[in-house]
């Protein structure tokens, strides 16, 4: 097993099997104290409540060694007993079972999108508690973040029943999530120093990823039933991209993992970069936005104008939402193709704002396959919230691998 893994066990297995699949979300190695903690806790998450003992059954730890690494999450907030589930009638010592606390503590989240950005609050499965949307601002990176920093002590401060873990910051472009450092063409940010500046403006420590990787750890940390060993995420609204799966870990590249913005759909759409039919530019929201303003479909560029279009059967917008669909299909098939996943997930609001033209996404991408028995791609759980839970599980990726070292930062900066 890989240092730095977190363990998780499959719900669905016979707890005697002791089948493991490993899901390893930072690349950064660990002690074994801290990997020690991360399996117990993620145990836990999976399956919890359970008691001590079927801890031990799950996992190839010792039984001092869990029960001192279940001590430790106690005494830091983050498992608790649950008395009032322990078996009456046992013979001998009561086996209390132990749980994720999800009352006490949460993750804050902030996603930039290049026109909206988002804060949400979760607790520690992921569930989101609160989320606000706001318009991007404009301006140098240090004043939009001073600007966020700002917003968000507001939205915190109406929230004041939880203690913040910590910050997750998650965007496009070209992340350095161990440096915290972001560079983005379309916000005009280059060698941003995004993590040291945001929590200098919040005092929480923050951490940095790029809003696909992090989407594709929401999923396997709290999307999914059972944990594949292969998943291709795409995600499409004003950007588009996938992050990648593969043996339990999640593939990062230099930066933000892989590309797709400039793969050809056979549209006629001009790109920025000099070609025509570019994925990204075909499929974006702008651009689907300006043909329908454009073809006199919506008075103004709104998207919730052009989906409440459709879905009262005007022909020109369910034309353009289709061809959208379409194109994302035949994109993903391509992609699909090369990787061969076990499983795809779709996200992003040109999917899960548009259910009506899913039907026609999945024709294109069963057309455009070329590999036999390709299962149909399946739509986040996460629907319109999934940039909030994104961004909160950039800070809990960090509790579930490393929940001591979460909270050492965390106690720097109180």
Not at 67 to 79: C, M, P, T, W
Not at 257 to 275: E, K, N, Q, W, Y
Not at 396 to 405: G, K, N, S
Request: aromatic residues 4%; glycine residues 10%; proline residues 8%.
């Amino acid at each position: 097993m890989p240092r730095g893994a977190a363990v998780l066990c499959s719900p669905n297995l016979p707890e005697q099997t002791g089948q493991l699949v490993t899901t390893t979300l930072s690349a950064r190695p660990v002690g074994v104290r801290e990997t020690n903690a991360a399996t117990v806790l993620d145990v836990i998450r999976q399956a919890g409540p359970l008691s001590r003992a079927a801890i031990e059954r799950r996992v190839a730890l010792s039984p001092p060694t869990v029960s001192r690494q279940v001590a430790a999450l106690i005494e830091l907030g983050i498992v608790r007993e649950v008395p009032e589930l322990t078996h009456s009638g046992a013979i001998g010592r009561p086996r209390v079972p132990v749980d994720i606390d999800e009352t006490a503590l949460a993750a804050c989240g902030v996603h930039i999108g290049v026109s909206t950005t988002t804060f949400g609050l979760a607790d520690l499965r992921g569930r989101l508690l609160a989320d606000e949307h706001l318009p991007t601002p404009g301006g140098g990176p240090e004043d939009v973040l001073d600007f966020l920093a700002s917003r968000l002590a507001v939205f915190l401060r109406r929230r004041p029943q939880r203690s913040v873990v910590g910050i997750g910051l998650v965007t496009g472009g070209r992340v350095d999530p161990d440096r915290g450092v972001v560079d983005h063409d379309r916000l005009g940010w280059y060698r941003v120093p995004a993590r040291e500046l945001l929590s200098a403006a919040t005092g929480h420590p923050v951490h940095v990823d790029g809003h696909l990787p992090a989407m594709a750890a929401a999923e396997l940390l709290f999307g999914l039933r059972q944990t594949p060993r292969s998943l291709l995420y795409c995600y499409a609204r004003q950007v588009v991209g996938v992050a990648l799966v593969s043996g339990g870990r999640l593939h990062r590249g230099p930066g933000r993992g892989s590309d797709i913005a400039h793969l050809p759909v056979g549209t006629d759409v001009p790109c920025p970069c000099g070609r025509t039919g570019c994925l990204e530019v075909s499929v974006s929201e702008q651009t689907v936005l300006a043909e329908a303003v454009a073809d006199g479909v919506i008075a103004r560029p709104d998207i919730r104008l052009l989906h409440a279009a459709a879905a009262a059967g005007d022909p020109g917008a369910a034309r353009i939402l289709t061809a959208r669909a379409r194109a994302l299909g035949r994109a993903i098939a391509a992609v699909r193709d090369v990787v061969d996943p076990d499983l795809v997930v779709l996200g992003g609001q040109a999917i899960t704002d548009a259910p009506q033209q899913l039907d026609e996404l999945r024709h294109s991408f069963a057309d455009h396959t070329a590999l036999p028995g390709a299962p149909p791609p399946q739509v986040t759980r996460f629907g319109s919230d999934v940039q909030a839970v994104a961004a909160c599980t950039s800070v809990l990726a960090h509790l579930y691998d490393r929940p001591f070292a979460l909270f050492t930062a965390a106690r720097r900066k109180s």
